[in-house]
């Protein structure tokens, strides 16, 4: 590996955070996804949630036709393998984790506190609610991924994050001790620090946004609303050790990118929604980030290795190159009913691209 390195081969990589949405817009987000990723955890904030195996199994289904229907190459059809979650309410039942066990199709379960992001009304109002759900997680060595910000409207915005490991994390790691967790889409040093004094059951993932971007790209020189997502973009300082320790080469960080299509009015609005854009072009932003410290030859254990040995599975067999020949991020999609979709980085340019 070395500074002129131009063209890099990878084991094809997974996807361990995406949001697909339903319906319609899985026309759009399934064929980017499967374009580049073999395996996708797909979270259930879908509307109503996926609260139970039936509706994974239906959801998994739409999914699934949208991919058939999709004009991508049959052997990246034939690759895709949508994982399931289940969304995690005050009403999940011990015999809702128990079915979703050997479901064989549900990967691991959500928890979103209620209120705490994009379509989460139903999410978890008492943590403490959960313990006989939490046991069965435990028991069946199913893991629970977190959106780890407390709610609570006096906390700040910037500080949610860190309060949430403080308060919640630390509560739940002492009761269940051997429970698999990812903290999902970490945003600060707090949670590197904190991941990295566990054991290897806990690990977290990381978006392309959090590596690249830091809250003045947000908001210096006027609101940017496609940087706008939840757990909000922190100071540079934690993008730093983001940065950091995904280029480590250390298995407790791995590739999520939270992609989470809204429709462009529904961004650029006095009331935007969260939520980057990046499942078409994800690789390329990951590929820039790590080559921005010189450690493109990480990104292999970082987007194809370490997510399938945290949640037990074989890595993939096929492979995927990257060339640092530059590409243009479009500067929109279609989406559903006549809306576009604006990904991250529209219209800019990326050093490196995936080889056709
Ligand atoms: O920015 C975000 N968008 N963060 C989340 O946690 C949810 C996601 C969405 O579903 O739009
Ligand atoms: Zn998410």
């Not at 791995?254 to 809204?262: I, V, Y």
């Not at 854009?277 to 450690?295: E, I, M, N, R, W």
Request: with cysteine.
């Amino acid at each position: 590996m070395t500074d002129s390195m131009t063209e890099l081969t990878i084991l094809q990589p997974d996807d361990w955070h995406i949001h697909l949405r339903d319906d319609s817009a899985l026309a759009t987000t399934v064929p980017h996804a499967a374009s580049s990723f073999n395996r996708v955890i797909c979270m259930p904030n879908l509307v109503p949630p996926v609260k139970n195996v039936d509706d994974a199994r239906a959801y998994r289904a739409r999914i699934m036709e949208h991919l058939q229907a999709s004009d991508l190459a049959a052997e990246r059809q034939a690759a895709f393998d949508p994982r399931m979650t289940l969304y995690l309410t005050d009403r999940t039942t011990v015999q809702d984790i128990e079915m979703a066990a050997q479901s064989g199709i549900v990967q691991a379960v959500k928890l979103y506190p209620a209120g705490a992001t994009t379509n989460s009304a139903d999410g978890v109002t008492d943590i403490n609610a959960c313990v006989d759900v939490f046991e069965a997680l435990e028991r069946h060595n199913l893991p629970l991924l977190l959106h780890g910000e407390v709610t609570q409207n006096h906390v700040d915005i910037f500080d949610r994050e860190k309060r949430f490991l403080d308060e919640v994390l630390a509560q739940i790691i002492i009761k269940f001790p051997t429970l698999k967790i990812v903290m999902e889409h970490i945003t600060t040093s707090d949670a590197a620090d904190f991941v990295l004094a566990q054991g290897n059951h806990i690990a977290a993932t990381i978006t392309p946004q959090h590596l690249m971007f830091n809250r003045n790209h947000l908001l210096v020189g006027g609101i940017k609303p496609h940087f706008y997502c939840l757990p909000i973009l922190k100071r540079e300082s934690h993008q730093k050790v983001l940065l950091d320790v995904a280029t480590s080469g250390n298995p407790k960080f791995f590739l999520g990118t939270d992609s989470a299509p809204h429709a462009t009015d529904k961004k650029e609005a006095a009331c935007g929604c969260a939520g980057c854009y990046s499942a078409a072009t994800a690789l390329p932003l990951y590929a820039t980030a790590f080559d921005s410290v010189g450690k493109i030859d990480k990104l292999e254990g970082f987007a194809s290795r370490f997510g399938a040995q945290f949640y037990g599975l074989p890595v993939n067999e096929s492979t995927i190159t990257l060339i640092k020949t530059p590409m243009q991020v479009p500067a929109g999609y279609p989406y559903f009913d006549g809306s576009s979709l604006t990904p991250l980085m529209a219209g800019e340019t990326l050093p490196w691209s995936i080889k056709a």
